[in-house]
Structure formats: structure tokens, C-alpha cells
């Protein structure tokens, strides 16, 4: 979301000097967030929440040869959600795919709810929709499903911040689903508490073709777990895991390991426990990158444990700058984003990459004989299903 930000900045500053009378409007979370710094020189119009209606209004506006208003602020009605027209875009050849059992095979993306029940001080969500989430109604996804199908889907990605928000409306979507299209599978993000809450449910997910579930784990510090209100501890992660486990799902978990409360010890802890818990072929590298966001408005500003370490406001980075009180992580942070980057160019086993990674903050922790710790991948082994392109916040 905050790289689709970044790019869109770019693309509007180039189309504002091809054709300095065009309209641009920006939408989603972080323009929300950012609206100050984007209105005037870049954009026309902010637009978050459930904002179609209100950009139709806005087309209707300027068919009028009304201005448009810079008016701001999120849209929580609900919408009617008709099924979304598909004419026009890219084939699903031009977007990730999902790489399975040695091939790959097209997917299509679908949202069966969206916002948020939960107020996780980090997300971007809750500044926005303030603990609201509106379900998309059923009929609606299962249509925009068989157009996916029809264009040739195999998988299908549910982009929901939560599929489990509301987990009587996704099982009976997936239900449904299943019965008309039983090789379609597909992967869903729920959060770790949802898991452990909604356990019972997990190996019907698994029956109606689920292959992976994405879930924010975060950290597994308690401390860091605490500071960032996310609803779950590091025990509870083991008991999700297993969870996952018994219903023959992989967990691909998400990180943010580079926050001001998280030490050197903390982030080897995470590397070894997914090394332990053989979930090396389940973490894309770019999770161990990941540094904490405090974009303006999040809900981090209106705690004091952030205040310490907070700097000033970059604007055009979309974030509060802030220092770790130990040099060493901001150095870290900054080595193993070079390291992965340049790994992904290479197209780098993503083991062998992590591997890399682990030896690398082996030795910046001072610990001994890191490089004998760590043996390499082998390369003809069974890789769990994931998506060809990394999914991270």
C-alpha cells in the first residue's frame, strides 16, 4: 500500500507535466493518511473508504464543468456493490500467479469484505475505517468469481485486511464456491487471534480448497507485540501454527521485525524460530526488510511508547522518521534490505537468501560460528504454494 503510494507520486507527477489540466484523484489508505502533502501540486482529490460513489459523484461533477472539491475525508456507507466490470483490464497473464507443484497456474483476485473490525496501532485500516468492515455481498463475489474463472483462473487471492472478520459470511462463500468449482482453490489473510478463536473452522477451509493462509504475525516479542495492540502474544503464533498444521494448511506469515522495540536478540530469535519451525520455504526474504511505518494520522502518534524514538515528518517518505536506540538495527535494517533486493534480482533461492540473512545478523549480534549454522537448501524439494509476487504491508 505504501509502495503503490510511492509509485502513484511518481506516475501523477509525470502525467501533471504531459497535461497540466488533468484531474487526479488519489484513493486508499495511505493517500488518506497523506492527503495534506498530496492536495495542490499533485492531486485534485483525496478519495478513501468506500469510495466509488463518491468518485462517481465526482465524474458527474466535472461533467457539469463543476470544479472538483479537495474536500477530504473517509467514505463508511455501505455501497450496493454490483459486480464489478472487468472489460478493459490487463489478461490475469500479466499479474501474479500462484506457483504450486512445480508450475504455475493464473489467479484472480476478489474481496468478499473490506475495513476492519480490529484497531492494530500500525495499520493503516483503523486511522480510516475506525473498527468498521463492510461485507460484500455473496451473490456479488460469486459472480466476480465466475468472471475470474471464465478468463481462466485456477486460484483465486482473497484481498480482504481479514477474510475471517465476519467467518459466517466467508464460510458460506467458500462453501458455495466449492460446490461450483471444486479444483478451484484459493489463499485467504486472517489474523493470528482469528485463527486461535475460530479454530473449529480452520479444517473446513482447508476441505473447500484453501492452500495458504496469509496472517500478520508480526513479531514474536511480547513486548513489541504489546506496543503495536495486536490482539495476540507469541504463544498464541504457536498455537496458530499448529492450528494451521493439523488442517494440512501452510502459514505464510507476515513481519515487521525493525521496530524501536525489538532488539538484535529479538530478530535472530525470529530467524531461528523459523528455521525451527521449518518455515524457511514459507517466509518470503522481504519480510525479515520490513521497519515500521508511522505514516501522519496512525494510531502509533497517540501512544507515548513511540514518542521516545519519534523524529520529524518526512512528507514525501509518508512517515514520522525514527532511530533505534541501538545503531546497530538501523544499520541492519539497511544491509538486509540490500541484501534481499539484490537477492530477488538474481532470482535467488528464497532459502538460500534467508540463510544469508541469518548469517548476516548472526554476526552483528557477536555470536560465534554463525556460518557453520546454516546449511544450504536443497534445491529439488517440495516448495508449499505461495503467489509469485510477495504480499507485504
Known amino acids: 500500500m505504501h509502495t503503490a503510494l510511492r509509485l502513484g507520486v511518481h506516475a501523477a507527477g509525470r502525467i501533471r507535466r504531459i497535461n497540466?489540466?488533468?484531474?487526479?484523484?488519489?484513493?486508499?489508505?495511505?493517500?488518506?493518511?497523506?492527503?495534506?502533502?498530496?492536495?495542490?501540486?499533485?492531486?485534485?482529490?483525496?478519495?478513501?473508504?468506500?469510495?466509488?460513489?463518491?468518485?462517481?459523484?465526482?465524474?458527474?461533477?466535472?461533467?457539469?464543468?463543476?470544479?472538483?472539491?479537495?474536500?477530504h475525508g473517509p467514505t463508511?456507507?455501505?455501497?450496493?456493490?454490483?459486480?464489478?466490470?472487468?472489460?478493459?483490464?490487463?489478461?490475469?497473464?500479466?499479474?501474479?500467479?500462484?506457483?504450486?507443484?512445480?508450475?504455475?497456474?493464473?489467479?484472480?483476485?476478489?474481496?468478499?469484505?473490506?475495513?476492519?473490525?480490529?484497531?492494530?496501532?500500525h495499520c493503516p485500516i483503523p486511522p480510516v475505517y475506525d473498527g468498521r468492515f463492510f461485507a460484500v455481498p455473496r451473490d456479488a463475489v460469486l459472480d466476480d468469481v465466475r468472471q475470474l474463472v471464465a478468463a481462466g483462473a485456477q486460484h483465486v487471492t482473497f484481498g480482504d485486511p481479514d477474510f475471517l472478520n465476519?467467518?459466517?459470511?466467508?464460510?458460506?462463500?467458500?462453501?458455495?464456491?466449492?460446490?461450483?468449482?471444486?479444483?478451484?482453490?484459493?489463499?485467504?489473510?486472517?489474523?493470528?487471534?482469528h485463527i486461535v478463536r475460530h479454530?473449529?473452522?480452520?479444517?473446513?477451509?482447508?476441505?473447500?480448497?484453501?492452500?495458504?493462509?496469509?496472517?500478520?504475525?508480526?513479531?514474536?516479542?511480547?513486548?513489541?507485540?504489546?506496543?503495536?495492540?495486536?490482539?495476540?502474544?507469541?504463544?498464541?503464533?504457536?498455537?496458530?501454527?499448529?492450528?494451521?498444521?493439523?488442517?494440512?494448511?501452510?502459514?505464510?506469515?507476515?513481519?515487521?521485525?525493525?521496530?524501536?522495540?525489538?532488539?538484535?536478540?529479538?530478530?535472530?530469535?525470529?530467524l531461528d524460530w523459523v528455521e525451527r519451525e521449518r518455515l524457511v520455504d514459507q517466509v518470503d526474504p522481504v519480510q525479515f526488510t520490513i521497519r515500521l511505518l508511522v505514516p501522519p494520522g496512525s494510531l502509533l502518534?497517540?501512544?507515548?511508547?513511540?514518542?521516545?524514538?519519534?523524529?520529524?515528518?518526512?512528507?514525501?517518505?509518508?512517515?514520522?522518521?525514527w532511530t533505534h536506540p541501538d545503531p546497530r538495527m538501523d544499520a541492519l535494517q539497511r544491509d538486509v534490505s540490500s541484501l534481499a533486493e539484490q537477492a530477488a534480482r538474481l532470482d535467488e533461492d528464497p532459502a538460500l537468501t534467508?540463510?544469508?540473512?541469518?548469517?548476516?545478523?548472526?554476526a552483528r549480534a557477536g555470536r560465534p560460528d554463525a556460518a557453520g549454522r546454516f546449511r544450504?537448501?536443497?534445491?529439488e524439494r517440495s516448495i508449499p504454494p505461495r503467489l509469485t509476487e510477495p504480499w507485504f504491508c
Open 166 to 193: 465476519g467467518p459466517g459470511h466467508a464460510l458460506k462463500l467458500v462453501r458455495a464456491l466449492h460446490a461450483e468449482f471444486p479444483a478451484l482453490t484459493y489463499d485467504c489473510t486472517t489474523k493470528v487471534e
Open 301 to 321: 502518534l497517540s501512544r507515548p511508547a513511540i514518542r521516545p524514538f519519534l523524529g520529524e515528518l518526512d512528507p514525501a517518505g509518508f512517515s514520522y522518521r
Open 76 to 121: 463508511l456507507e455501505r455501497l450496493p456493490f454490483p459486480v464489478p466490470s472487468r472489460e478493459g483490464l490487463p489478461a490475469l497473464t500479466r499479474y501474479a500467479s500462484l506457483a504450486h507443484a512445480g508450475r504455475h497456474v493464473l489467479a484472480g483476485y476478489v474481496e468478499a469484505s473490506r475495513g476492519c473490525l480490529h484497531m492494530c496501532l
Open 20 to 71: 497540466p489540466a488533468c484531474r487526479i484523484v488519489f484513493h486508499g489508505l495511505y493517500a488518506e493518511l497523506n492527503a495534506t502533502h498530496l492536495l495542490g501540486e499533485l492531486a485534485d482529490v483525496v478519495l478513501s473508504g468506500e469510495a466509488e460513489g463518491a468518485l462517481v459523484a465526482l465524474a458527474e461533477r466535472l461533467d457539469r464543468g463543476e470544479p472538483p472539491s479537495p474536500a
Open 199 to 270: 479454530r473449529g473452522l480452520i479444517p473446513e477451509l482447508a476441505t473447500t480448497g484453501c492452500l495458504f493462509v496469509v496472517s500478520a504475525v508480526e513479531s514474536l516479542s511480547d513486548v513489541v507485540l504489546a506496543n503495536l495492540e495486536k490482539g495476540h502474544t507469541r504463544a498464541d503464533v504457536q498455537v496458530a501454527l499448529d492450528v494451521l498444521r493439523r488442517a494440512g494448511i501452510p502459514l505464510r506469515p507476515s513481519f515487521v521485525p525493525f521496530t524501536p522495540w525489538a532488539g538484535i536478540d529479538d530478530y535472530v530469535d525470529l
Open 354 to 362: 534467508i540463510g544469508r540473512i541469518r548469517a548476516l545478523a548472526y
Open 376 to 379: 544450504p537448501p536443497a534445491p
